[in-house]
């Protein structure tokens, strides 16, 4: 059974070389279930575990040399989350994304690679969130002028898109291929879950926040020294173009949901005015409707853990509405109901 908690002063003296050999064990094992790959350092020839381990340890010596006293100690004990972001950052430069991107070549370059008639490039033209289906039946909810280009069919070991703009992507799961994101020079990498990618080109600073199981986000930093963290739900990575820094938050806690989080709401003969007002109290979002008479349109529905847009798109279909979204205002558009 891997550890479910690590406390600072175990990770401080793992740095040390202070630790028994069982607390060593328990620590790596800790690592490598966080990793996904509990079998990882074993199935390296013994040379090789034994130059890794030296490397990540005199990096993360490094890191600390200056500081005036151990990063560990600087956070309460409260802070597991952060402290195994934080170890994961230092140590997976070396076990993570030295050992893998070393030999690949950027996803935009891979897709590239299938050309043109390969390949499928979609724009959200749409004043609106519109749900695109990937070929894997993932899907990403794409707000208005994003833009998501992927071969046509996945290959039979990974899932490969390029993305620019705002969207919420919801992966289907298969450990076989794991599904990589490409926007800019920030790299995504997931098995299956839900995240939000905030990366239009202009922007500077790009934005990946994690609603269910867990990602990979890395970049290049200055002078192209690698960077990486692993994001858990309610965790959010943002990504400085400019100075090319990555840092790993906590998403702050909200009294109402982002529009992409799953909220569970039940209509039945609710006139649509009061079901604004409850999805409003419920997300962080404000809705009008560009006509007052359509204010009593009755509407019914059974909404169990979808994101607004999901609702948006079955409301506006039972009343033959259309809406726009700009920004956090929502307008819905529709003739009165008779």
Known sequence: MMPSNISPQLLDKYLNHECTDEERALVEAWYASLRGKQDYLDALPEDQQTKLQDETFANIQS?????????????????????????LLVMGIYFTYHYNTAQEVSIAKQIEKKGSDHIIRFVNTEPR?????????????????????????????????????????????DKSRPFSIQSGELVIRVLGTSFNVKAPVKNKVFQVSVVTGRVEVSAPGKEQTPQLVVLQPKQEAF???GSRRLVLSAVPVHAKKEIYEPATVVFKETPLNQAIDQLEKRFDISISM?????????VTGDFEKESLPAIMEMLCNSLEATYTMSGKTITIDALPCK
């Open 129 to 173: 969130v519109v749900m695109h289906r990937l070929p894997d039946k993932s899907t990403v909810w794409m707000h208005s002028q994003a833009t998501i280009s992927y071969p046509k069919e996945f290959d039979s070991n990974k899932r490969i898109v390029t993305f620019s703009g705002e969207g919420f992507f919801d992966i289907t799961k």
């Open 63 to 87: 890191q600390l040399a200056g500081a005036e006293e151990p990063v560990v100690r600087k956070f309460p004990l409260g802070w597991i989350n952060w402290l195994a972001a934080s170890v």
């Open 239 to 241: 990504f400085e173009t």
């Open 290 to 298: 560009s006509n007052p008479e359509i204010a009593s349109c009755l």
